[in-house]
């Protein structure tokens, strides 16, 4: 009977599948321990405004489950040692140095996750990697469990199985995808400990569902997943500038082959370029252990998928400073939208942190906005002491309660002289502000760059900016 599960980890996937696990087994007690004293204490506040991460529907399950069976402590031995099943769902970066450096994960969160999990555990323990890890990394794990074990006398053995159980959540969805997720991958060679398992998630996820693999192919579909879908958007960004030079329009592009049910319609949304944690790191990931089997051409062919996506940011950039006379010296340019997408408070490898920093390369002024991302965490990703004219829905708040935000900006007079305003982030609120209002405190020739389309090219049109936007070629509209 499983009473504890402890999570290792209170970051974007441990708290949100911690805090669904929790809402759905009542009687099982959840755990969610952390290093970092200061996320913990987020989690813990009173003010759910104020928890570390900002995902829809959050919020309510916290409410509901947090001190009855959700826990969030900085108590890692403990907690370990009390637990019958161990999320092992720590951060896995891309190495900075060393052999592997800019492609291979670094392992050292996960290492020292089994090197206390050795150390305090007690009796059997099913370890789950909840990370994504690199194919074979639950061999790492077993050995460095196991051979803490050898040295003890026979009746202080521990004994552990691991699983491998990736996530497949996207930021912004999360609570969603947790509640109905596509499948519920379940990889390991023990039938008890993945039984186990899949009874936890039995309690809300229909059993066809819930697919059994061996160790290793659970893993690399993981990768797998991630390199396909971030493939797709490499594949959908190049097309958009083929349309917008031979006249095409990417949407009517993306409606005729999404209606191919072998190419399927989702993920095809033209954009800045993807951004986020993980499908950067996972397809770099992917293309290090395609070197190391000796499989050169395989990695060359994924390489190719992050190359694209940081030279279709370059070519933003470079879009921008042509309509803009060939300099953006002294110009002032707005930034709407900060995170990697909308409904996270995330930037991690947001597009807006390469597009922001050519920018000021370039010499312009940036006046940025985002309803959910810090003026400190802006700062911050761009290098630079302090964002003075940043505004954020907190900053609003206080300092104008009772009004909208768009009436906000325009009483903050974030148009104000503004050279050229910049969608980098779908955010909902962007799609209905007044343009004409707009037009009338920006300097003339306004321009409105929309690099994710949602802005109504009729609006900017009439009010009398120039518009430029991704995918869709200038042909057409002439
Ligand atoms: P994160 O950086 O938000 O959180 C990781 C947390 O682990 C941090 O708070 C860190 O302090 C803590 N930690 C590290 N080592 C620790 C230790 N030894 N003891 C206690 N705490 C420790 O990371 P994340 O976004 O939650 O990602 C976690 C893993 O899940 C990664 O492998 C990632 O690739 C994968 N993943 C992420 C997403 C996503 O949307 N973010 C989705 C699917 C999978
Ligand atoms: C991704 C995977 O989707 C998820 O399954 C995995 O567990 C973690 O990595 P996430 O990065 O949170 O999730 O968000 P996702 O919705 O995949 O978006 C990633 C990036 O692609 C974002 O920058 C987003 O704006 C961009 N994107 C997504 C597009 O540009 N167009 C699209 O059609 C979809």
Redesign the pocket.
Known sequence: MIKQVCC???????GPTMSVFADKCKDINFNV????AD?IAAWNSKDLSKLPIFEPGLDEIVKRCRGKNLTFSTE?HKCISEADIIFI????PTKTKGIGAGKASDLK?VE??AR?ISEHARGYTIVVE????PVRTGEVIKDILDSSQSSLNSKKKNSFDILSN??????GT?IDDLENPDRILIGGSNENAIKVLHDLYKRWVSEEKIIHTNLWSSELA?LTANAFLAQRLSSINSISALCEVTGADVREVSRAIGKDRRIGSKFLNVGPGFG???FK??ILNLVYLANHFGLPEVADFWESVVYLNSWNQDRLTRIILEKLFGTLTEKKIGILGFSFKANTN?TRESPAIQICKNLLNEGAFLKIHDPKVSQKQIALDLGIPSIEECLNEENLNKKNKDKKWEKSLLRNDFFENLDAVVVLTEWSIYSDIDWGKVSKKMRSPGWVFDTRLIVDEEKVINSGLCFWRVGVGTLKRN
């Open positions: 290792i980890g209170a970051g974007y996937v441990g321990v952390d290093v970092n996320r890692v769902s720590v951060n896995t969160w020292s996750c206390q909840k990370s994504t890890l990736p996530e497949f959540l996207a930021e999360a993981k986020g944690s993980c790191k996972d995330d």
